[in-house]
């Protein structure tokens, strides 16, 4: 869903869209499928092209356990502060700073997003919010399934440690095929 930024009030616009509102739902239909979802974001002019946008997105997104397979909903509780600027010229030899990787990028610092025009599209922002909240191994957490293989290591003080005694060969004395030669 495309926000027209010109209607925009001076004292700025919030926004509260859910599955019932439905703005976004066939966007979000492939991360969350028909979880129930509560997006809330304000947008407040900061001039007259630039624009500071808060918010977050509360949901549950439907995946595998990565330690014991079973099927579970992850909660997603992801919150957003962005400025948004209209989308600059990158020539092929411009440059711009931004965070190297997503693990620089420390939770509450603002990061910009570019708009095309006068419309900032809002739905695929929430998707990659969503998209980038969603952890590598997602593990199902202990209350919903006590019997994944997370929480049942025998020593959790010392994790996961391979103790198996290997076989060592004595090495054999470089000397030791002089022993066996005869000179005459």
């Known amino acids: 869903m495309k926000i027209n930024l010109a209607e925009i009030p001076e004292d700025g616009l919030t926004y509260v869209w859910n599955n019932q ?3 976004v739902n066939a966007i979000l239909s492939d991360l969350i499928g028909k979880e129930a979802y509560t997006a809330e974001f304000t947008i407040r002019p900061l001039n007259s092209k630039d624009f500071d946008m808060t918010g977050k997105i509360i949901t549950k997104e439907p995946c595998q356990c990565s330690r ?3 099927d579970m909903k992850l909660p997603i509780d992801a919150k957003f502060h962005e400025i948004l600027i ?3 010229d990158q020539p092929r030899n411009g440059k711009y700073a931004k965070v190297n990787h ?3 990028l ?3 610092d603002i990061d910009f997003c570019e708009y095309d025009g006068q419309h900032f599209d809002m739905g695929e922002y929430l998707h990659e919010v969503i998209a980038l909240a969603t952890p590598f191994n997602p593990v ?3 209350e919903d399934n006590p019997n994944c293989s997370i929480y049942t290591n025998p020593e959790p003080e010392q994790g996961l440690i391979y103790n198996e005694e290997m076989p060592v060969e004595k090495p054999e004395s470089p000397f030791a095929a002089l022993k066996n030669l005869k000179l005459n």
Request: proline content about 11%; hydrophobic content about 5%; aromatic content about 0%.
């Open 21 to 23: 509102t439905g703005e």
């Open 68 to 70: 014991c397979g079973n």
């Open 86 to 88: 209209p989308q600059q």
């Open 102 to 104: 997503l693990s620089d």
């Open 106 to 108: 420390h939770e509450g």
């Open 140 to 142: 199902c957490p202990k």
